[in-house]
């Protein structure tokens, strides 16, 4: 039987970081014009990119952190991250040479996902095969993952070269992550995947929970553990490289969330993935509210979250030393 309480908790704190987002600035939008139009096209759209990057980065990573069988495996650290972002610097910095403001737009709007999904799943099938050749040895897995983002990075700054000053100054910034990029456009294309991908990879929590017991375990379960893994892979790919074209590359929340869930509610993946996804937009919520409230600049959202994060997992590394082994 399955433990709804912690899912129910989620949901409650997720409400009221959206309502404390939205009513930050106390209750004056009801009665002003000027006040409403902000809430309506510049704090709401923020509020959705961040629930929806928030849970599609900690939902995917919970789904990756089972399926690599290592409590390491986030987006960022295995390199998906940094293939979308390759493949959306690519189309971004090439698209801003060739083309007129006008199609820039749309291309922003319908070619980058696109592209930031195929660089998201062309990193996650290398993962995927490096992880099974090496039979998942946790520390050849992670090399991999900094090789790719190394990869990455390097035809990425190659690619600075020749971009011009703008360009260059606007991914910059979206490379360190921004959930002021988005609009109801965007959001309109962005907003559908990431629901539909990340439902389907909700309702595979039992069979998560199979591949514990190992692939011979599933198969009497009547899984096929190759195909699933590659569902698994595409759904995950789909939730990184949406997520990246609308908000850019944001770290440590794929590998902050999952991993403090399962220590507070234990591994049942039927409550671990809602809950994973739940609270990673809770946090990304709660990042926005920082931002506004510390500052008097938009601060890249990696920042935050990495200055969060790190010393959390540092102590969560200290406490659970087993992590390594």
């Not at 629930?51 to 399926?67: D, E, F, H, T, Y």
């Not at 959306?88 to 060739?98: D, E, F, K, P």
């Not at 703008?166 to 629901?195: D, R």
Request: glycine content about 8%.
């Amino acid at each position: 039987m399955v433990n709804n309480k912690p899912i129910y908790w989620a949901s409650f704190l997720l409400i009221s970081s959206a309502l404390l987002f939205i009513f930050a600035e106390g209750i004056t939008w009801l009665s002003s014009d000027i006040e409403r139009h902000i809430i309506l096209n510049i704090r709401l759209p923020v509020l959705l990119t961040a629930i929806a990057v928030g849970s599609a980065i900690a939902l995917s990573s919970a789904a990756l952190q089972v399926l690599l069988r290592n409590p390491l495996a986030d987006p960022g650290i295995i390199g998906i991250s940094a293939g979308a972002s390759l493949m959306a610097a690519i189309v971004l910095l090439t698209g801003s040479l060739t083309l007129a403001s006008s199609q820039t737009e749309a291309l922003s709007y319908y070619i980058l996902p696109i592209a930031c999904f195929v660089g998201a799943l062309m990193s996650s099938f290398v993962i995927y095969a490096l992880a099974r050749r090496l039979r998942s040895s946790m520390s050849a897995v992670i090399l991999a993952g900094i090789g790719i983002s190394t990869i990455a990075g390097a035809i990425i700054g190659w690619l600075f070269i020749y971009a011009p000053p703008q360009s260059i100054k606007n991914l910059s910034f979206w490379l360190m992550g921004s959930l002021h990029n988005t609009n109801y456009t965007s959001l309109a294309f962005a907003l559908p995947i990431i629901m539909i991908s990340g439902t389907l990879l909700l309702c595979q929590g039992t069979k998560f929970n199979w591949l514990y017991l190992g692939a011979s375990a599933a198969q009497l379960k009547g899984i096929d553990p190759i195909k699933f893994e590659r569902k698994v892979l595409i759904l995950a790919a789909l939730l990184v490289g949406t997520a990246v074209s609308i908000a850019g590359s944001i770290a440590f929340i794929g590998l902050l969330i999952p991993h403090f869930v399962r220590q507070i509610i234990g591994h049942d993946n039927r409550v671990v993935l809602p809950v994973s996804a739940i609270m990673g937009a809770v946090l990304l919520i709660m990042t926005a509210l920082i931002n506004e409230w510390l500052f008097d600049m938009i601060v890249p959202v990696s920042m935050l979250t990495a200055t969060i994060g790190g010393p959390l997992f540092i102590y969560s590394l200290v406490k659970q030393p087993k992590i390594l082994g």
